[in-house]
T-cell receptor, first 111, second 113 residues
């Protein structure tokens, strides 16, 4: 059973387009992290959201945590080829340091 | 400061052998977690160590084990390797126990033939 469902699984867009990635669950999380991973490398932490309804911005990336702390979204404005990679959401449920990962969204931005 | 260091980066082993992977966390970080990443299952939690004690364990067979040393460095061991153990093994370090803001190493790519 996948506790965190990410959609879409694959996304191929042109440079300059906007996109949104979703991370949904029926479970409540105490916090949620977003990571970006490039081939052959480990995931790199982008942001952590903790409070329901919280919105964080990182340059062209906007992250939102749902009011009920069950879902999150990542919006990228004016995507660039450098944004290409695997985007992973990961939730924590007050079980120590254990993170539950979504399956990931493979993003390809073409010039 | 230096990030999380995992060694070796690549490893090829034969079915039935055992393997030990190493992880050095970020300086000052005391919690180390291990994850297995495969195309089919994604990232799955193996275990978490803090103060040389296993604090949390995922749903993996007993062939997977680990330990942490007094300097916070950690090793994981997989015995009696199976083809399905082929994966990217990732180590993540956190400042304290239960801190879910994790920083990952580059991983060890294990191939079992």
């Amino acid at each position: 059973t996948q506790l965190l469902e990410q959609s879409p699984q694959f996304l191929s867009i042109q440079e300059g387009e906007n996109l949104t990635v979703y991370c949904n669950s029926s479970s409540v999380f105490s916090s949620l992290q977003w990571y970006r991973q490039e081939p052959g490398e480990g995931p790199v932490l982008l942001v952590t959201v903790v409070t329901g309804g919280e919105v964080k911005k990182l340059k062209r990336l906007t992250f939102q945590f749902g009011d009920a702390r069950k879902d999150s979204s990542l919006h990228i404005t004016a995507a660039q080829p450098g944004d290409t990679g695997l985007y992973l959401c990961a939730g924590a449920r007050n079980q120590g340091g254990k993170l539950i990962f979504g399956q990931g969204t493979e993003l390809s931005v073409k010039p | 400061k230096a990030g999380v260091t995992q060694t070796p980066r690549y490893l090829i082993k034969t079915r039935g052998q055992q393997v030990t992977l190493s992880c050095s966390p970020i300086s000052g970080h005391r919690s180390v977690s291990w994850y297995q990443q495969t195309p089919g299952q994604g990232l799955q939690f193996l275990f978490e160590y803090f103060s040389e004690t296993q604090r949390n364990k995922g749903n993996f067979p007993g062939r997977f084990s680990g330990r942490q040393f007094s300097n916070s460095r950690s090793e994981m061991n997989v015995s009696t390797l199976e083809l399905g153990d082929s994966a990217l093994y990732l180590c993540a370090s956190s400042l304290v126990e239960g801190n879910t803001e994790a920083f990952f190493g580059q991983g060890t790519r294990l191939t079992v033939v």
